[in-house]
């Protein structure tokens, strides 16, 4: 158990994570016809369990709390909620608590002639409300732009570009400016890291906004007030785990996470992943499969993949090595096409399971990503991107695209567990070869 100060973990992880483990392997080959039909019949039976709209229902109980920020009260409700659930399924759930710095924006601008323009505080600046007047700073702001002109005193203003934001903050510090203001080279607004301490505020502006500024600013002094009100604090987060009693060491993990943006419902962002992978685990949890298989929802996903990076970092690696596939579901709530990135023999047995299913391009930045750097065949589900991302209007899903993935989820679970793989020793590469005929995929009723 690894003592990271910024993680605290709930006694009885530590117990689970100790416990005998359960290795169920991949095969590719036909070799035992007869075991697979005979599994496969029985387990097909579970499958048709699936509920339609059950998942739906849970997308909606999850939105009605609000957004589910990492750190904030609605998160023990929805913890809560989830933990409900799973033991209503007959599993054991319980918390794993983590902690981890967080840089918060409170809401920050810049006012000028009477009106307020809003910015974003870059990430790790220091908060302040400086007025003063503003000076435009030539070319990126190297220190020799800022030498040709006099900012001492003085709010200046940059373009983005070539050098890093925390160097430009440097050199305006250095030539005596009390804040700096940098403009986007896109029209849209600019959220950036610093990736280190500043002695000034520093705020990011659009380039609709800030473009027209630095060219007046250029013709006629200004005074101005910046408000780059920020704060740092350390969050708890929240991981959901559920596995039956007794499961110590999973062949397969589930995940997605379940907090949100803030002023986000996350209906697709992500109670879709979250749903189906409760909904998976209900149709699983009355199968000899359930007993191969733990449930995470993550918490502090949004902020960097907290929760994902906590669980990792905590495993056991026996934990870690007996995992033949960790299946992350994100954003599974909109768009038709459902699509699957990760580990290659995984998402070319997701495509064996449903040839409908398509790959993307690249991994994907979600919940799968620690468990991939700490080699763990990862599979992540995703339906793409969608115009309510990350906005107030991510309220709906279509809980018929939530029940298609949790079909496929399910078949992809298995067939990841059908097979014992040590019983056709060498060849292990025949892992990724998944040409047996499967009878059937889930048929959603
Ligand atoms: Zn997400």
Redesign the pocket.
Same mark, same amino acid.
């Given at each position: 158990m690894s003592n990271k100060k910024s993680v605290q973990l709930k006694p009885t992880i530590q117990l689970l994570v100790a416990g005998a483990s359960i290795v169920i392997g991949v095969a590719g080959c036909t070799q035992q016809p007869q075991k697979v039909q005979a599994l496969s019949n029985a387990s097909l039976k579970q499958t048709d369990l699936v509920n339609p709209g059950r998942a739906g229902a849970d997308v909606q109980a999850l939105v009605k709390l609000g957004p589910r920020v990492a750190g904030t009260p609605v998160m023990e409700k929805a913890s809560a909620y989830l933990i409900q659930e799973y033991r209503k399924a007959g599993y054991m759930a319980e918390v794993q608590t983590f902690t981890y710095p967080k840089f918060e924006d409170l809401g920050s601008n810049l006012s000028l002639d009477g009106k307020t323009i809003a910015g974003i505080a870059l990430n790790g600046s220091l908060a302040g409300k400086p007025t003063a007047r503003l000076v435009a700073v030539p070319n990126v702001g190297n220190s020799a732009d800022f030498a040709s002109v006099d900012v001492k005193g003085a709010i200046a203003i940059v373009q983005r570009g070539e050098i890093r934001f925390l160097q430009k903050a440097e050199n305006a510090a250095a030539a005596g400016a009390v804040g700096l203001v940098i403009v986007n080279t896109a029209s849209d607004s600019l959220s950036g890291t610093l990736g280190g301490k500043t002695k000034i505020p520093v705020l990011g502006l659009s380039g609709d906004l800030g473009k027209p500024l630095i060219k007046r600013v250029q013709s006629q002094p200004l005074n101005v007030a910046l408000n780059v009100n920020t704060r740092q604090r350390v969050v708890t987060g929240r991981n959901v785990i559920a596995h039956l009693k007794g499961v110590t060491r999973p062949s397969v993990l589930l995940g997605g996470?379940y907090d949100s943006v803030p002023g986000a419902p996350g209906a697709n =962002?992500?109670a879709s992943g979250t749903a189906v992978v409760l909904e998976i685990a209900r149709n699983l949890s009355t199968t000899p499969l359930a007993r191969q298989s733990w449930f995470v929802a993550f918490d502090g996903?949004e902020d960097g993949l907290h929760g994902s990076r906590a669980f990792v970092s905590t495993a056991e690696p026996e934990f870690l090595q007996g995992l033949k596939g960790m299946l992350n579901f =994100?954003?599974v709530g909109v768009n038709n096409k459902l699509l699957v990135g990760g580990t290659k023999s995984l998402t070319t047995l997701a495509q064996a399971t449903d040839p409908g299913v398509s790959t993307f391009g690249g991994s994907g930045g979600?919940d799968h990503a620690p468990f991939a750097a700490a080699d763990v065949p990862v599979l992540f589900f995703y339906r793409g991107q969608e115009p309510n991302y990350h906005s107030p209007n991510d309220k709906q899903v279509d809980s018929k695209l939530l029940d298609q993935t949790a079909g496929v989820g399910l078949d992809v679970v298995k067939r990841l567990l059908r097979f014992d793989s040590s019983s056709l020793g060498e060849g292990s590469q025949t892992r990724a070869n998944f040409s047996v005929p499967f009878a059937a995929v889930t048929k959603i009723r």
């Open positions: 996470h =962002d992500n996903e =994100d954003m979600s």
